[in-house]
Nanobody
Framework: QVQLVESGGGLVQAGGSLRLSCAAS????????MGWFRQAPGKEREFVAV????????WYADSVKGRFTISRDNAKNTVYLQMNSLQPEDTAVYYC?????????????????WGQGTQVTVSS
């Protein structure tokens, strides 16, 4: 049973930073594509970033490029999202997602497993 557990969310002032973690367990993730998505109130879930577990290739949404960094730690089976220069429009519930077949993209549908989400609130 695949389990993804996010942590690290919270309340931060505009311009501040947070680091989200996604601890993965239950299967082998060596070929996985690991994504971060977010959903703000009244809005659809949107892609934030993705990393290939095998190659460490990354891809970011234009809205976070240059401010957010996705990375992974093989030994800890954990994916991170370092978020800098946070703005009020980054306020959302952030979700970690996994596709064990290596999907490396921005569409939510191919991701088979999702975490419970962690709230990020940025005050102005």
């Amino acid at each position: 049973q695949v389990q993804l557990v996010e942590s690290g969310g919270g309340l931060v002032q505009a311009g501040g930073s947070l680091r989200l973690s996604c601890a993965a367990s239950g299967r082998t993730f060596s070929s996985a594509g690991m994504g971060w998505f977010r959903q703000a109130p009244g809005k659809e879930r949107e892609f934030v970033a993705v990393i290939s577990w095998s190659t460490s290739n990354t891809w970011y949404a234009d809205s976070v490029k240059g401010r957010f960094t996705i990375s992974r730690d093989n030994a800890k089976n954990t994916v991170y999202l370092q978020m800098n220069s946070l703005q009020p429009e980054d306020t959302a519930v952030y979700y970690c997602a996994a596709n064990l077949k290596g999907y490396f993209g921005r569409r939510a549908e191919p991701y088979d497993y999702w975490g419970q989400g962690t709230q990020v609130t940025v005050s102005s």
